[in-house]
């Protein structure tokens, strides 16, 4: 059994990346989420370079879908015009290198109040990894 404090996180982590550009919607942004079924959605500009990320809880926090509403989703089209994907993304992200081992990966994640960490080289976007795939990589090991 290999350590997770030798093993890169490369080996675990996502490399078919869902992104958005900091001119895309809001409303595209949800229809991500669902689609994908995932939680976090890196922002790109020019290329590959990253400059925010786009949590599902960020876009819940403006949305007023709790289903107390008739026409939901007129309303939420509505808020979601009121705000730029640059106004509700996390701007000051930590980034890791493909070569960070899982475990300081970890300890990043479990020390922290996010649950997913760009892998960046050499300034371009190349992978995410959340704590669900450190759990599965950790499941694995059993």
Do not use: C, W
Request: overall charge negative; aromatic content about 6%; charged content about 25%.
């Amino acid at each position: 059994m290999s350590l997770p404090d030798q093993i890169p996180v490369s080996t675990i982590m996502t490399t078919q990346l869902v992104v958005l550009n900091t001119t895309d919607s809001l409303e595209k942004a949800e229809r991500l989420f669902k689609k994908h079924r995932i939680r976090h959605i890196p922002v790109i500009e020019s290329q590959q370079r990253i400059v925010g990320m786009l949590s599902l809880t960020d876009l819940l926090r403006i949305s007023f879908a709790d289903g107390a509403y008739e026409d939901e989703e007129d309303i939420e089209t509505v808020v979601y015009e009121m705000f730029s994907l640059p106004q509700v993304m996390a701007k000051n992200i930590k980034t890791v290198a493909p070569d960070t081992t899982i475990k300081e990966v970890a300890e990043l994640l479990a020390n922290e109040e996010f649950h997913a960490l760009p892998i960046v080289d050499e300034g371009d976007l190349v992978g995410i990894v959340t704590t669900t795939d450190l759990i599965k990589y950790l499941l694995n090991q059993y």
